[in-house]
């Protein structure tokens, strides 16, 4: 057991780490960053100063919750996501996609999207209104794509250690673009101007399901954790819910309160990123 602060630090870390990036972390960690080759973004990138921060931890699960609302997007998960027997393992994958994409050289960028494009050639079917969905169709990877964007971006302003001003938001962006381009996603937007565009062009598509509401409760009120870390999560949960548009409480079956929200959650949320951001000391 953690008996003085460098310990219950290196404890913590190690928690994180495991359940984060898996029991791998060490290795996977000389792969992208102990190399000498160049990634696709500079050391002092928008987009390495968010998705290296620990808001991003609010920001995924805001981005879950969002990404949730189109109903194609959601009947791919519902139907091929094995979310609720490996839950930790869909995480792990994320993770080490936006760690490549983002930290990694060119390379382990390039492998980390060629992968993800092998799953969702066979993420195809036909939702419950008898739509067809593909997870490779280029107009659903644009709204996974801008739901993560506005995720992130409104995560890191409100809990970022040093959020993004000025000319950096577009930049962070057009970033972003780099990566959307190479997933196939469609006319990934390069400003910030444009994401709200694309946000607003999105609404007529989007509403709450059944699946998506199944998603939100799993996630938010029935997580595969201990009960020691159950606390901490509840309070990324909680954090991620208060940053979610009003117009998304309804369908997805949100609470909505925002006094409660202002005095008691934002400040919770900022208490877990510091301790996230305390335990997890960017890779240097």
């Known amino acids: 057991?953690?008996?003085?602060?460098?310990?219950?630090?290196?404890?913590l870390g190690a928690q994180?780490?495991?359940r984060v990036v898996g029991p791998d972390a060490d290795n996977r960690r000389d792969e992208l960053f102990a190399t000498g080759e160049r990634g696709w973004f500079a050391d002092d990138a928008p987009i390495r100063r968010v998705h290296g921060d620990a808001s991003m931890f609010i920001g995924g699960m805001r981005a879950l919750l969002f990404q949730s609302l189109h109903?194609?997007?959601?009947?791919?998960?519902?139907e091929f996501s094995d979310y609720r027997n490996d839950p930790w393992g869909r995480l792990q994958r994320t993770a080490d996609f936006l760690a490549a994409t983002t930290f990694g050289p060119a390379s382990e960028a390039q492998k980390a999207v060629d992968v993800v494009?092998?799953?969702?050639?066979?993420?195809?079917?036909?939702?419950?209104?008898?739509?067809?969905?593909?997870?490779?169709?280029?107009?659903l990877l644009a709204w996974v794509h801008i739901a993560e964007l506005d995720s992130f971006l409104t995560a890191h302003d409100r809990y970022g250690q040093q959020p993004l001003v000025g000319a950096e938001r577009d930049q962070y962006v057009a970033d972003a673009a780099v990566v959307a381009r190479a997933l196939g996603a469609e006319n990934p937007p390069e400003t910030e101007h444009e994401l709200r565009r694309q946000l607003k062009a999105?609404?007529?598509?989007?509403?709450?399901?059944?699946?998506?509401?199944?998603?939100?409760r799993y996630l938010l009120v029935r997580p595969p954790l201990p009960l020691a870390g159950?606390?901490?999560y509840g309070l990324i949960c909680a954090a991620a819910v208060a940053l979610m548009p009003a117009w998304t409480r309804i369908p997805l079956r949100l609470p909505w309160l925002p006094v409660s929200e202002a005095a008691i959650v934002r400040p919770a949320g900022a208490?877990?990123?510091?301790?996230?951001?305390?335990?997890?000391?960017a890779e240097t």
């Open 1 to 11: 057991m953690a008996t003085s602060p460098v310990e219950l630090r290196s404890w």
């Open 16 to 18: 994180i780490r495991d």
């Open 71 to 78: 109903p194609l997007a959601m009947a791919g998960v519902a």
């Open 117 to 139: 494009h092998r799953v969702h050639e066979r993420v195809v079917g036909t939702a419950r209104d008898g739509r067809p969905y593909a997870a490779n169709d280029p107009h």
């Open 202 to 216: 999105f609404r007529p598509e989007l509403r709450g399901s059944r699946a998506a509401r199944d998603a939100a």
């Open 230 to 232: 159950r606390a901490p």
């Open 271 to 281: 208490l877990v990123t510091r301790t996230l951001r305390w335990a997890l000391p």
